[in-house]
């Protein structure tokens, strides 16, 4: 099966037909994508020094993707073959990087909320003021917890270089296909910068109104009741960064960034039927309960030195707060006799969290022998997160504190003039957690679970080898372990059997991914071409498993991923054009009863189809364009229910773009066949569920007003 899913993709690639994604640094010349410097990676030495496939989504790359798709997480979905289908939702449940979740981060800050995942952590910054996406594939702990997928880092608008003052504007209007005052959206947004001297600041905000999605055949998309949406909502964010340099090499600024994404409640769901193939969908009308919510506020100093004593020095501090609303409804879970009677109470949850972190590392090669890197440093995080009932005041997960300690060194020793690197290195872990005794709720049966304070240390290794004989030339290989613990507040909720001791209970366990891989590169003249297999393990792992009223709760079992990513962009004789194609294919498979044999695939919920990207690109002069095309391909989950078999959908974007006196014009359209389609998660997931039954968004228009000065 490998060999001919790799001869279909090597055909493809041969033929010149498609286009591998080629997403690169800034200007894209061979120099400046060997020279780019990953900082997610925590290290000043190049990628190509690293064992690591990385990818970098630029500036430009990115706003023009984010105004054909809406958001970052959806850019990243369509530019990278190995990354999930989007949910098309707030919620990231569900969403992978190579068949697990990947951490996000801006500027190295994690995102995540460990505790209780409420799954929007893609959604805590206004993209208009990211420069860049570094993206790094495949479990690791670089960043500590969470990157069992991969590190999604989102690198902030920088700093200004010249003296006076600048900034970049933004203007944009979109629509569905209907062009109705329903599916109309908007958004402005600017971004101010001034430096003086060794002083500058920079300040920004950014405003975004969301009308109702609009599916391929003209009928409004459902609306999530349990996780909230992205549709018929407003965002606000702001952004500030004030910074000193207080020599040639050190630096010291503080960067602030509030980001609140609100439903407008002017609709409600309509449920749809499987049976009949009729998907769920809206009508006018207003919303039970608060309005659903998303607050993410975050506040870090640091201070650089790029030549301390011979070496690069980081200090960071961070302050980071969560606060999350979710839709609410009449469910199953929340029903408590004792408050009224079964089937009549309405509530909703709030998930708030906020973490405390620290980071400090020091990287240099060593004296007399400077073919040998080494870094060495300490990151302390403390957590501390709750999910409450909104309407009735109860506890869901009770007040629960995460605390890490992690040092950390790694090595990179370059030999034979380059030719090749050997690099490696560990992370030790010391993890606590501090949990009260709590009472579940009536429908996990009211059980009172004694507290406790369970812990756990792990060093986390990493290493492998760069073998580059030719420059732009080269093939790696790595092993690698990430960790992360599985969603505590989704155990602690669901826990039902009489006089549980937290101490003692089991699926408090960590997960520990194994990620090996091994990759070869080609980028010289015209050429960007790649190939990476990878296969990935957990003795323990976490599995979300659908309940019946669209809630998760996590089972703990083995699993094993393998992976075959390809990838190639040319740049033709013709001036201005390149081709390009991706292909990823991802098998997964889990022991679904503890008999020691992995019985069963894993499903949509916690894998990712098959899939084939083509792109063509075009600029010459004031004037470019793009069209893109996603295959999803069917697939078959072995040891699961047929009706969550995917059947499948292709998807093609475009837009034009043209370069005025003042500012560019640009036109972008999503779904350009406006293909009527459910969406991968709703056809894998919930065979019974008419609540939850989405079509895709059809043909979606934006145009947009960019200028800088």
């Known amino acids: 099966m490998k060999i001919a899913l790799g001869m279909i993709a090597a055909s493809v690639m041969t033929t010149g037909i498609a286009s591998a994604q080629e997403i690169q640094a800034s200007d894209g010349g061979d120099d400046a994508r060997k020279d780019i410097v990953i900082t997610a ?53 569900g969403e992978t990087l190579r068949g697990r979740s990947p951490l996000y981060a801006i500027n190295g800050i994690p995102q995540s909320t460990p505790i209780r995942d409420g799954a929007r952590d893609g959604y805590t910054i206004d993209p208009f003021f990211i420069d860049r996406v570094e993206v790094i594939y495949g479990s690791n702990a670089l960043q500590g917890i969470g990157a069992t997928g991969g590190v999604v880092n989102q690198v902030t608008a920088s700093a200004p270089t010249q003296n006076g003052w600048s900034g970049r504007t933004l203007l944009q209007g979109n629509s569905g296909d209907d062009f109705a005052g329903s599916s109309l959206g908007a958004k402005v947004a600017g971004l101010v910068t001034m430096r003086s001297g060794r002083f500058d600041a920079t300040g920004g905000i950014a405003f975004e109104r969301r009308g109702v999605f609009v599916d391929g055949r003209g009928r409004r998309i459902g609306l999530d009741g349990n996780q909230s949406e992205l549709q018929d909502t407003d965002s606000l964010a702001f952004f500030g960064r004030v910074g000193v340099d207080l020599s040639d090499t050190a630096r010291f600024e503080v960067i602030a960034n509030r980001f609140k994404l609100e439903g407008n409640n002017h609709y409600v769901a309509v449920d749809g039927n499987r049976t009949l193939g009729i998907p769920a969908t809206s009508r006018r009308g207003e919303t039970v309960g608060q309005p659903s919510t998303g607050l993410a506020e975050m506040v870090s100093a640091s201070l650089t030195d790029g030549n301390l004593m011979g070496g690069a020095f980081t200090l960071q501090g961070f302050y980071n707060r969560t606060s999350d609303t979710f839709a609410g409804g009449i469910l199953a879970t929340f029903q408590d006799a004792r408050i009224a009677p079964a089937g009549t109470l309405f509530d909703q949850s709030r998930n708030v969290s906020r973490k405390l972190g620290g980071k400090i590392s020091y990287e240099r090669a060593v004296p007399e022998f400077e073919a040998l890197t080494l870094t060495a440093g300490f990151d302390a995080l403390i957590d501390r997160t709750k999910q409450d009932l909104v ?97 505590i507040g989704r155990v602690l909720r669901g826990i039902s059997q009489p006089d549980i ?40 792992g976490q599995v979300l498993v659908r309940s019946s009223d669209g809630f998760f709760n996590v089972a703990r079992q083995p699993i094993d991923i393998e992976g075959l990513e390809l990838n190639l962009a040319v740049r033709t004789p013709l001036p201005g054009l390149k081709v390009g194609t991706g292909f990823s294919h991802l098998g997964g498979r889990t022991d679904t009863n503890a008999d020691g044999i992995l019985d069963a695939d894993l499903d949509g919920a916690n894998i990712s189809p098959d899939r084939l990207n083509l792109n063509l690109d075009y600029s010459r002069g004031r004037f470019s364009a793009r069209v893109q095309g996603r295959y999803y391909l069917s697939r078959r989950f072995e040891g699961q229910p047929i009706a969550n078999d995917f059947a499948g959908y292709r998807l093609f974007d475009a837009y034009v773009a043209y370069e005025l006196s003042v500012g560019r014009v640009m036109l972008s359209v999503q779904n350009v066949g406006n293909t009527d389609y459910v969406t991968y998660y709703s056809d894998t997931q919930g065979p019974t569920d008419n609540a939850r039954f989405y079509t895709g968004r059809g043909r979606n228009f934006t145009l947009s007003w960019q200028a800088g000065f």
């Open 391 to 487: 309407q009735t005041g109860r506890t869901w997960v009770p007040r629960t504190d995460f605390r890490s300690l992690a040092p950390f060194g790694q090595a990179n020793l370059k030999l034979f003039d380059g030719i090749v690197r050997v690099a490696g290195g560990v992370r030790y872990e010391n993890v606590r957690l501090d949990i009260p005794d709590y009472t579940t709720l009536a429908s996990a049966g009211s059980r009172a679970v004694i507290g406790g304070k369970p812990s756990f240390n792990r060093a986390l290794w990493n290493g492998g080898f760069v073998l580059e004989p030719v420059k732009g030339i080269r093939a790696y290989g790595s092993y690698a372990e990430g960790y992360t613990i599985a969603d």
């Open 41 to 93: 990676a925590r290290t000043n030495l190049p990628a190509s020094a690293l064992p690591l496939t990385v990818d970098v989504i630029d500036r430009e790359t990115l706003s023009r993707q984010v105004a054909v798709s809406g958001s970052v997480v959806d850019a990243i979905s369509a530019l990278l073959p190995a990354f999930s289908p989007t949910r098309e939702k707030i919620t990231g449940f």
């Open 501 to 540: 001791r937290i101490a003692d209970f089991l699926d408090l366990t960590p997960v520990i991914s194994n990620n090996r891989e091994i990759g070869f590169e080609v980028k010289q003249g015209p050429l960007d071409a790649s190939a990476t297999y990878y296969w990935s393990s957990s003795d323990l």
